[in-house]
Structures are given as C-alpha cells and as structure tokens.
C-alpha cells in the first residue's frame, strides 16, 4: 500500500511540476491556455495533498514567501468587502488565490523533486516557443498557432504583447545566471537563450523592458565581481555614476525633440497624479483591483485634480485622457488597489524572497537576482502587478526562489 501511495504521489507531483512549468509558454498561447495550466499544476497538487493527507501543511505555512503571499491575497480581499464591487468584479478579485496555490505547490513539491528543473527548461522553452512563433509570422504570414503577422508589427497586444511580458524577465534571468554557470556547454546554451530574449525584446519595441533588462545586466556584472572579491573597487563605482550621468546628459540635451518624444512619460504623470489622489481617498485598504479603473475616471473627472500641462505643451486632464486600465508604477499600484496594507503585504513578499534568494546566490539563483532588479525596473513605469499575466510570471520566480536549495543542484 505505502509504494503505490509513493508512486501515485510522485505521479502528481511530477504532473503538477509539468504543468506548472508550461505557464510561461501558456502565456505567449494565450491567458486562457495559461490559466488552463494553472489550474491543472494546483489541481494535481491538491489531490496529492489529499493523498499524503497534507503531511506538508505545516512545512508550508512557515514558509516565509507562502506568508507573504497569503498577507498579499488577504489584501486584496478585504479591499473587495470594503468597497463596492460588482459580481463579476468581486470574482475577479477572490481568484486571485490561485497564485498563492500555485507557489503553494511548487514550494511543496521541491522538498520532494527537483521541481526547480522543470522550470528553467519551462522558461527556456517558453522564449524558443516565442521565437519561432516570430519567425514563422514574418516568414509565412502566420505563427504556428494560425494567427496573422498583423499581431506581431505595429501594435503592443495579441502575442508580441503577451511576449514582451515574458522576454525581459527571461534575458534578465539567463543572463545573470550565465555569468556564474562554470560549464562551457551549459553557459553557452544559457547565453543563447539570453540572447534570443533580448532579439525578441528588440522587435517589440518595448523601451521599458529593453532599459530594464540593461539595468539588470549591469547590477549582474557588479553583483559577479562582489562575490568575487566581497567587496566592489571604487573604479567601479565610479564608471557607475559617470554612466548615470552621460546616460540621463544624452537623453536630455542629445536627443532630439527630447521633450516632444516624452509623451507617453507626460501621460503617466497625468496618470500617477490620478492615482495618487484615488488612494489618499482610501488610504488604508485601497479601491479595490477590480474597481482601479472606475474610481481613475470617476477621479478624472471629478476636477478634483488639476489638469497636467507637460513640457511639450500637451494638456492631461478630464478632457483628454479621463481612462486608464492601470497606475504604470507598481507602488502606486499597490496602493491606490490595496492602500498601505496592500503595500506592506506585497513588501513582505519581496523582502521575503530576497532573503531567500541573496542566502543561496550560487547556481540558478544568482539568475533571480538579475530577474529582481528588471522586475523592479520595468515595475517603476511599466506593468501592471495585477495583470493575470504578470501576476503569474511573479508566482512563477518567487515560486522558484522559493525552492529548497542543495548544492547538488
């Protein structure tokens, strides 16, 4: 009876680690195929819990990361029961568990296999799944999913949309790692996915994701040459400053119609100033993920807010931009969705998988550090956390940081 017991659990653990592994390139496939994989990972895990009879609980729910994300999801429910929210709104808002579930079973299965594995040939997968999904649209007219080159030139949604969430993060991820690895043969696979990312990120014209990914590579080379020698020459940190300098110096004063190019810069400051209003009327819990976009333009419009006249002469105000889906800046985010609870939740979170991730740096690990410093990049201006498809790409690294580490690995 214990050896079939032993083989079914390993049976769904193994299944559970398959799926969960895939939603990077379920996300490329479409939302709806990833969150057909979440469901599968959390489902086979659950019913492998049963079948140990959640032997595990206690190891998990003293798991730092797990609290973080519990305090998180928390949250985001007392935001739903303090405002008013709609039927489909409050649904929207209380599935959000299942990104908790989802670092639930990757945490629990790593104690039992090397789940660890199953998805860093997931992300590798997922950014050679894209890539070739681009070729085909520009070289046939359609990708591999029968969808038209139109969804891959000239816009930001549909599949380049969806891989212009993954490509930063797995450039950032690989490329770091790849300054570690030893292997000649395995450092050379790794540097290719890196590369093929980043290509990928070229051709989606995403500008925060590129900055972001050359932020991270360089905090990864100064990270590299810490743990070498446990401390960084000034030298270093000199060319740091003087690169910061000439970088903002060029962009300023070399760049042409440097003020008239800012647009989309002007119009988040309309937004962030929205945004920050929204949450000082709800300072400690927030308005709500589902209610963001209702209470921006109810804030919009109530004249509440002066309207921004920007550098270029561009006028923001209710006239003119009273919508947006969300704050492009991720405290703010937090904030005016969870207030300052929200906040804090989400910090524990972090600060929790930091820790995790600097105690063990070696092997994989120093990848995530290089994955943390383009997720803060792109979060200062770029996506939203609450995006199904960004909220499943955070479950999926803090899910891995969150790993049991081993030297043999």
């Not at 949250?75 to 008013?84: K, T």
């Not at 929207?92 to 040939?121: E, Q, T």
């Not at 690169?243 to 190019?261: A, E, Q, R, T």
Request: with cysteine.
């Amino acid at each position: 009876m214990k050896v079939s017991e032993t083989a079914l659990t390993r049976t769904l653990d193994k299944s559970s680690a398959f799926f969960a592994a895939l939603i990077p390139a379920g996300i490329i496939a479409g939302l709806a195929v990833m969150e057909i994989l979440i469901g599968l990972s959390c489902f086979f895990w659950i019913i492998g819990s049963f079948a140990t009879r959640f032997v595990s609980l206690k190891r998990i729910v003293k798991n730092p990361i797990i609290i973080g994300w519990f305090l998180w999801i928390l949250s985001i429910y007392i935001s739903v029961f303090l405002n008013e929210t709609d039927g489909i709104g409050a649904a929207h808002d209380f599935v959000y568990i299942r990104f908790l579930l989802l670092v639930c079973a990757i945490v629990d299965i790593s104690f039992r296999l090397p789940i660890h594995k199953y998805l860093i040939f997931g992300l590798g997968f997922s950014i050679i799944f894209g890539f070739l999904n681009f070729l085909s649209a520009y070289m046939v007219g359609c990708d591999f999913m029968g969808n038209s080159v139109s969804h891959y030139v000239g816009t930001k949604h549909y599949e380049i949309g969806r891989i212009m969430i993954i490509a930063p993060f797995v450039a950032a991820f690989f490329g770091a790692w790849g300054l570690f690895k030893r292997g000649a043969l395995d450092k050379g696979l790794i540097w290719i996915i890196c590369i093929i990312a980043v290509i990928l990120l070229f051709f989606s014209k995403g500008r925060t994701g590129m900055i972001s990914v050359a932020v991270s590579f360089y905090a990864s080379i100064l990270f590299y040459f810490y743990q070498k020698n446990k401390r960084l020459p000034r030298s270093i940190v000199l060319i740091t400053i003087v690169v910061l300098v000439l970088s903002v110096s060029f962009f300023i004063y070399g760049y042409n119609n440097f003020y008239d190019k800012l647009g989309s810069f002007y119009h988040r400051v309309w937004i962030w100033k929205i945004s920050l209003a929204v949450w000082l009327e709800r300072l400690w819990f927030g308005a709500g993920v589902a209610n963001y976009e209702t209470a921006f333009e109810a804030m919009a419009l109530s004249g509440k807010v002066a309207s921004f006249i920007a550098p270029n002469g561009g006028v923001f105000g209710p006239n003119n931009y009273p919508a947006a889906n969300h704050a492009h800046n991720l405290i703010l985010m937090l904030l005016t969705c969870g207030g300052v609870f929200g906040l804090f939740s989400f910090a524990t979170l972090c600060i929790s998988t930091l820790i995790n991730v600097v105690k063990n740096a070696k092997g994989y690990r120093a990848g995530l550090i290089g994955w943390g410093v383009a997720f803060i990049i792109t979060g200062a201006s770029g996506f939203s956390i609450y995006h199904s498809g960004y909220t499943a790409y955070f479950a999926f690294f803090t899910g891995l940081a969150g790993c049991k580490f081993s030297l043999r690995d």
